[in-house]
């Protein structure tokens, strides 16, 4: 059974820092893409940064560069995205991505997690 369990979120005042975490199981973790989603109440969601299978390369929406982190373990199953200088706009419900394409068979894989909740305000 494929799982993707989002921790970490919460009440942050606007300059301070979290660190979401991400516990995959249930598919091979390594193959797979992660990525960071986030969808603010009444906006679409959006990709916010993402990490290839073995971690070498990661992007950022422009929103977050400079700002947020994304890092994984491949041993452990977990990504984690690192958020400091939070903002009041960063406030949106976080959610855990894993992609996969298969060149050969022409398909594609997503997982999504549940999601946790990060609120930005004084």
């Known amino acids: 059974q494929v799982q993707l369990v989002e921790s970490g979120g919460g009440l942050v005042q606007p300059g301070g820092s979290l660190r979401l975490s991400c516990a995959a199981s249930?598919?091979?973790?390594?193959?797979?893409?992660m990525s960071w989603y986030r969808q603010a109440p009444g906006k679409e969601r959006e990709l916010v940064a993402v990490?290839?299978?073995?971690?070498?390369?990661?992007n950022y929406a422009d929103s977050v560069k400079g700002r947020f982190t994304i890092s994984r373990d491949n041993a452990r199953n977990m990504v984690y995205l690192q958020m400091n200088s939070l903002k009041p706009e960063d406030t949106a419900v976080y959610y855990c991505?894993?992609?996969?394409?298969?060149?050969?068979?022409?398909?594609?894989?997503?997982?999504w997690g549940k999601g946790t909740l990060v609120t930005v305000s004084s």
């Open positions: 991505n894993a992609h996969r394409v298969t060149i050969a068979t022409m398909r594609s894989m997503d997982y």
């Open positions: 249930g598919f091979t973790f390594r193959s797979y893409a």
């Open positions: 990490i290839t299978s073995a971690g070498i390369s990661t």
